[in-house]
């Protein structure tokens, strides 16, 4: 079993940049793929971008093209989404996920950490 904990978050403009990273411990982190989900105030959780255990496999949605990308090391356990040029409408709890698959569905993942608040101003 996986525990996650993202960090990262924080407040600001529009436009800016922020990397966000998650740290993982207890199990063999190269064994699992790890997503990266928004969840907007009032909505439901979305996946902004996932990466295979192999690190040989991403994907992010077409909406978040050129915007978001996501990283894993596997020697530090770790797994980063680096977001440039954030919109308002970016703001919400980034979650990082893992499982043993490669999901694109929030109901694949197994294991989540607490979230860390990203709020993008106006």
């Known amino acids: 079993q996986v525990q996650l904990a993202e960090s990262g978050g924080g407040l600001v403009q529009t436009g800016a940049s922020l990397n966000l990273s998650c740290a993982a411990s207890g199990g063999i982190f190269k064994n699992y793929a790890v997503g990266w989900f928004h969840q907007a105030p009032g909505s439901e959780r979305e996946l902004v971008a996932a990466?295979?255990?192999?690190?040989?496999?991403?994907y992010v949605p077409d909406s978040n093209k050129g915007r978001f990308t996501i990283s894993r090391d596997n020697a530090k356990n770790t797994a980063n989404l680096q977001m440039i040029n954030l919109k308002p409408e970016d703001t919400g709890v980034y979650y990082c996920?893992?499982?043993?698959?490669?999901?694109?569905?929030?109901?694949?993942?197994?294991?989540w950490g607490q979230g860390t608040q990203v709020t993008v101003s106006s």
């Open positions: 990466i295979s255990g192999d690190t040989e496999t991403t």
């Open positions: 996920a893992a499982e043993e698959g490669f999901g694109v569905f929030v109901g694949a993942y197994d294991y």
